[in-house]
């Protein structure tokens, strides 16, 4: 598709119409009356939420609302959600029961490599969920169900012959550059820190800047348990459900990646809850998610796999947050993320796994 909308103002009912057409969705009649319900922006997107309405010989099931999300330029962030929707999502919908699955429908999609735009056309849960109220975290229930719907993602693309084509496996290289890049970052971090930063805890970051924990290395590089993650599975990035007996969706996927489930497990709790919380549900949702695994087919990971997988996550997590660190980022994005992962660090006794 050429045509990219970049205003709220270009949702056009000619333009929905050819839209749902190209991507197979609308094989009869057309779009005939568009109201625009209401317009968020953030730093990375502007959000559209629809009323849409179909001449006679369009099909009953044709949705009447739709999400749209119009991206802002960015060489990343849109066409990696594109490519959910276009590839990733598809695959899983061939033989994955629609009530299962852990996204919402995806009407159309597209990017334009030169404008660095990208837009998406999703399905309107606004009737049946709700986003959550951050900085609160989600409910044990919800949790539960977060939990279980990375499981099942995580469970379909364990070790899945066809990762290497979507994202490209990770190399020695790759993961040797990131780490050289990361001691390159720390500098920045601590800069920005100053005298807030200890140096005991300097001297932590220091050594997990310094490379990966060996066993994860060599499993990463073997591509022993390695999945497709969201990797930016906070609270925020969810819709939770009106009614109990309906499932959590994940939203958000311009960041997914090739890498080890727990991470997304690490970066949920690890990253974001204080120690109390973690106390009373963490290990019960570890239990859950590896249950989940096994019962979605991923065989030959035990319990014990899964709690050092974790432990090795929170080490991960940390790494991305400061060896990823960019000048000029705000400390809201960074600041208490790196300091409960910091405490989950010392009380899952990561440094050890260091030293491996």
């Not at 099909?59 to 490519?83: D, T, W, Y």
């Not at 899945?160 to 390159?184: C, F, N």
């Not at 019962?295 to 030959?300: F, S, T, Y």
Request: proline share 6%.
């Amino acid at each position: 598709m050429s045509f990219i909308p970049t205003d709220p103002t270009q949702l056009t009912a000619d333009w929905l119409t050819e839209t749902l057409r190209s991507h197979g969705r609308l094989l009869q009649g057309a779009v005939t009356a568009v109201e625009q319900m209401a317009v968020t922006s953030s730093y990375v997107a502007t959000h559209v939420w629809l009323a849409l309405g179909y001449s006679a010989d369009a099909p009953a099931h044709m949705p009447v609302r739709l999400f749209v999300k119009l991206s802002q330029e960015h060489p990343e962030l849109g066409p990696k959600e594109v490519e959910f929707y276009s590839r990733v999502a598809p695959q899983m919908a061939e033989t994955t029961p629609t009530s299962s699955l852990p996204f919402v429908v995806c009407y159309g999609s597209g990017y334009h490599p030169e404008s660095l735009r990208a837009f998406l056309l999703l399905e309107d849960l606004s009737d049946s969920h709700v986003p959550g109220e951050r900085p609160l975290p989600p409910t044990a229930l919800h949790c539960q169900q977060i939990v279980e719907g990375l499981a099942r993602l995580h469970a379909f693309w364990w070790e899945h012959p066809r990762l290497d084509d979507l994202s490209g496996l990770p190399t020695r290289a790759s993961v040797e550059r990131l780490i050289t890049d990361a001691q390159k970052n720390l500098s920045d971090f601590v800069d920005v820190q100053g005298d807030r930063l200890s140096v005991e805890r300097r001297a932590i970051l220091e050594r997990v800047c310094s490379g990966w924990p060996p066993r994860r290395k060599e499993r990463t590089l073997a591509g022993a348990g390695l999945t497709l993650v969201h990797r930016d599975a906070h609270a925020g990035n969810f819709l939770y459900p009106r009614n109990s007996s309906q499932r959590v969706q994940m939203i958000d996927w311009d960041a997914w990646r090739v890498q080890m489930g727990s991470d997304d497990l690490a970066y949920f709790m690890a990253a974001h809850w204080y120690p109390d919380l973690r106390a009373r549900w963490e290990m019960a949702l570890l239990r859950r998610y590896h249950a989940g695994l096994s019962a979605w087919g991923v065989e030959n990971y035990t319990w014990d796999d899964c709690l050092l997988d974790y432990r090795e996550s929170i080490i991960r997590t940390l790494f991305t947050f400061v060896g990823g660190y960019r000048k000029g980022r705000p400390p809201a994005l960074w600041w208490e993320r790196v300091e409960k992962l910091l405490m989950a660090y010392d009380e899952w006794h990561c440094t050890e796994l260091l030293h491996s």
